[in-house]
Nanobody
Framework: QLQLVESGGGLVQPGGSLRLSCAAS????????IGWFRQAPGKEREGLSC????????HYADSVKGRFTISRDNAKNTVYLQMNSLKPEDTAVYYC?????????????????????WGEGTLVTVSS
């Protein structure tokens, strides 16, 4: 069974940090680009970041650029999202998604709603 599982969410004070993990089971992430998304109550899902399958290309939304860092460890079949300088407006359920790019497009990625596999999400709450 192909599955993505997010972990690492929780309650953190403004200005604090969290590291989210996205672990794959049932398949290897080597051939997949991975995106991170979030959805706050009453808002649409927002694409935050993406990393290509080799890890040499990353993309960030303006809302998190300079604060969040995406990385991957293919040996551990896991992708991470390091979140620093967290703000109350970062409160949301965070999701990861995997997408197998078509031939010739492995060098780039963009987080988009039609990615192949999705996790169930992990809740991040930023509050004092």
């Amino acid at each position: 069974q192909l599955q993505l599982v997010e972990s690492g969410g929780g309650l953190v004070q403004p200005g604090g940090s969290l590291r989210l993990s996205c672990a794959a089971s049932g398949f290897t992430l080597d051939d997949y680009a991975i995106g991170w998304f979030r959805q706050a109550p009453g808002k649409e899902r927002e694409g935050l970041s993406c990393i290509n399958n080799s890890g040499n290309y990353t993309h960030y939304a303006d809302s998190v650029k300079g604060r969040f860092t995406i990385s991957r460890d293919n040996a551990k079949n896991t992708v991470y999202l390091q979140m620093n300088s967290l703000k109350p407006e970062d409160t949301a359920v965070y999701y990861c998604a995997a997408d197998k790019p078509p031939p010739g497009f492995q060098h780039i990625c963009v987080p988009y709603a039609g990615m192949d596999y999705w996790g169930e999400g992990t809740l991040v709450t930023v509050s004092s």
